[in-house]
């Protein structure tokens, strides 16, 4: 077995036969095209887009090809119905619940601050489970974009699916429960932090350490915005949001850093 069919999300999917086809993109496609040699080996098709980059990895060789064309007609734009059911049909190739794969392409732009944006914009619900965090880059099992933030069909697939990963990683369910928990400060697709500590009321939380995205996946980088707002963040504190903007304050209570009005609506989702 190669390690990364049992240490990737997207790759044991694949492999327990949750989905038909994985594609990985950037540096991640890079690390698995060196292995393609190997992936063959265990019985599965590896294909490469030379226009997108992207990297396909399915059992049927047949999946593998139509992706590769579905990716490039939503590339070449075009006839909007036609783009709109490539999109459908790529996301139900990855496995994604058929009322996301829906509600994703059925959106005018596909892009991360669009996409926040809806899905930041109506009022989060009170608590979410930890399972639907899907936040953190190919950590969790939702590494799609949920219709909404708690939508049912996700938290059915992601128990079925961190079931059978427990069975197969002993430990797999409470790794992940650590990394997926916690108040989460919204704010764009990378523009996010995990934080260590609780809600005190609908709109603040109080905290002793934060992770961010490159925490998770070294080289994953907020907006310019979202990373100045970092760099002034007490270690520990509170943070709030407030309409359009938030705030953190410092365990003695001053405020220390400001974000306003650059991107979707920050929220503070509680994954627990
Ligand atoms: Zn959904």
Redesign the pocket.
């Known amino acids: 077995m190669i390690a990364a069919f049992l240490h990737d999300i997207e790759l044991y999917g694949l492999w327990r036969g949750f989905r038909d086809l994985a594609k990985k993109e950037g540096p991640d496609a890079d690390r698995l095209a060196r292995e393609a040699d190997a992936i063959r080996e265990a019985g599965f098709e590896v294909l490469r887009n030379a226009r997108s980059g992207s990297l396909y990895v399915a059992r049927n060789a047949e999946v593998a090809r139509e992706a590769l064309s579905l990716e490039d007609r939503e590339l070449a734009g075009g006839d909007p119905e036609a783009r709109r059911r490539a999109i459908h049909r790529i996301g139900h190739l990855l496995g994604y ?1 058929d ?2 794969a829906e ?1 994703f392409a059925a959106l005018p732009r596909q892009d991360d601050a669009f996409v926040m944006d809806r899905l930041l914009a109506p009022e989060p619900p009170a608590s979410l489970p930890w399972l639907l965090d899907f936040l953190p880059p190919l950590v969790g099992p939702v590494i799609h974009y ?3 933030l708690d ?1 049912p ?2 938290l059915q697939r992601a128990t079925r699916l961190v079931d059978a990963w427990e069975t197969d990683v002993p430990g797999t369910r409470e790794r992940l429960r650590k990394d997926l928990s916690g108040p989460v400060l919204a704010a764009g697709r990378l523009d996010f932090l995990v934080l260590v500590g609780a809600m005190d009321g609908p709109e603040r939380a109080t905290y002793r350490g934060f992770r961010t995205a490159s925490d998770y996946l070294p080289g994953m980088h907020p907006t310019d915005a979202f990373a100045a707002f970092l760099a002034k963040l007490p270690p520990e504190g509170t943070i709030e949001v407030r309409g359009m903007g938030a705030l953190a304050r410092d365990a003695s209570g001053a405020v220390r850093a400001v974000m306003h009005g650059y991107g979707p609506r920050p929220r503070l989702l509680d994954y627990r």
């Open positions: 619940p009322c996301c509600a949920p219709c909404r939508c069909e996700c």
